[in-house]
Structure formats: C-alpha cells, structure tokens
C-alpha cells in the first residue's frame, strides 16, 4: 500500500485544479433524504426491471434496446439527482442503478455478462441508512419541488 504526505496529496490536487480548470465547479449535493426518498420509491420496481434485464443479458450474452417510457425516464432522472447525494453507499447505489437503467433504453458496450453481473449486485443489496448521519441539507419534505428544482439545477451545471 502507498501512503502519500500531505505535501504530495497537496501538489496532486493541484495538479487536479490545474486540468478542471478555473470553470469546474461540482454539483452541490442533493439531501440523503431526498435520495432516501427516490430509493424507497423506486428501488423495488427498478430492481424488478433490471433483473429480467440481468436475466436476458446472462441468457442472451448479449445487448438489447428497451423503448423509453415516461416511467423509465422518470426513474432515471430521479436516480442520477439522487446520486448526488453526500451518503456514499446510497449515492453509489442510485448511480448505478440509474446508470443501468440508461443502458437498458440506450443499449449497452462492453460484457453483457459483467452488466449482468454488476445488475445483480444491485439488485441483492438494500440499503439501510444510518439516521444519524444523513444530511437534509435544502430539502423541506417536498419531494416533487425539490425533484424539480435539482433536475432545473443538474441541467444547469451539465451545460
């Protein structure tokens, strides 16, 4: 294992600063109730979806494209803002399942079976979040204000 000083961690993230340039700046994080929120809604039929996904993809070896739904759309926006979020396992989750999600109406590159694999570890695991250490941040208990708001504000921050 290599540890680094904190001299050398220093000069690394200016190396860093230096390629993002002066114009990057991060997408503030949504509230891990919020993104609690959008996994208690959608996680079970999202998880649904992508394991007979999963299933075609270990069966079949191979991609397939999905018509976009407004339901698909949907989970999918949700799922990107909620991966914002500070709480590191729930924002990991909510990425992949959405980066999944867009695979399955975009159609996929690389192993069909590593996808596979990956929907899978998704799928087994439920999150359970530590009460104690999520941050509300902005959200007031407003889902469809504050969906709305981050979805206005990560278009914002992509362009």
């Known amino acids: 294992m290599v540890y680094r000083t904190d001299a050398q961690l220093t000069e690394e993230l200016a190396a860093l600063d230096s390629l993002l340039g002066d114009e ?76 999944h999600l867009k695979q399955a109406i975009q159609g996929g590159t690389g192993s069909a079976i590593a996808s596979s694999a990956s929907i899978l570890s998704i799928v087994k695991e439920t999150y359970r979040p530590h009460e104690d250490e999520m941050e509300r941040l902005d959200y007031d208990g407003d889902y469809d204000a504050y969906l709305t708001q981050k979805m206005e504000e990560y278009k914002q921050w992509l362009n």
């Open 24 to 99: 990057y700046v991060p997408f503030p994080p949504t509230s891990d109730y919020f993104a609690y929120e959008v996994y208690i809604r959608y996680a079970s039929e999202a998880k649904q979806f992508l394991l007979g996904c999963a299933g075609i993809l270990a069966k079949t070896g191979s991609y397939f494209n999905v018509d976009e739904t407004p339901k698909l759309r949907e989970w999918i926006d949700a799922f990107e803002v909620a991966g914002t979020c500070n709480d590191v396992i729930l924002g990991c989750t909510c990425v992949m399942t959405a980066y």
